[in-house]
């Protein structure tokens, strides 16, 4: 096998496998009870799923100038993503939409 057959069987599994925990994010989403357990299953699966997604495209254009916006959208990714999760579990805690007894410790009861 050529090293680019290769990188297109490594990319077409990168490309399964992330869109497959996407669609377990999106599943999850859809099926906990709660926000807290929501904010894990939109954040924790999909950020991996989406840099599954972003290597299995970049082994399949191989370009330079893709390869470089391709590193921006995982850089973004990997940055914005944990700040959302963030502000949406506080936004929840602050409304209090959310059940106290699923909360093994709550530092925030005091302020």
Do not use: C
């Not at 949406?88 to 909360?103: F, M, Q």
């Amino acid at each position: 096998m050529t090293p680019g057959a290769v990188a297109d069987w490594l990319g077409a599994v990168s490309l399964v496998a992330g869109a497959l925990l996407n669609l377990a994010a999106a599943i999850g989403v859809l099926r906990f009870p709660d926000a807290l357990s929501r904010m894990h299953a939109a954040t924790k699966p999909q950020v991996l799923g989406v840099l599954l997604l972003l290597l299995g495209v970049a082994l399949r254009l191989r370009s330079p100038a893709d390869l470089g916006m391709i590193l921006l959208v995982g850089v973004f990714q990997l940055a914005t993503a944990p700040v959302a999760v963030q502000m949406i579990g506080r936004a929840v805690y602050r409304s209090g939409r959310l059940d106290r007894e699923l909360l093994e410790a709550d530092e925030l009861a005091e302020r």
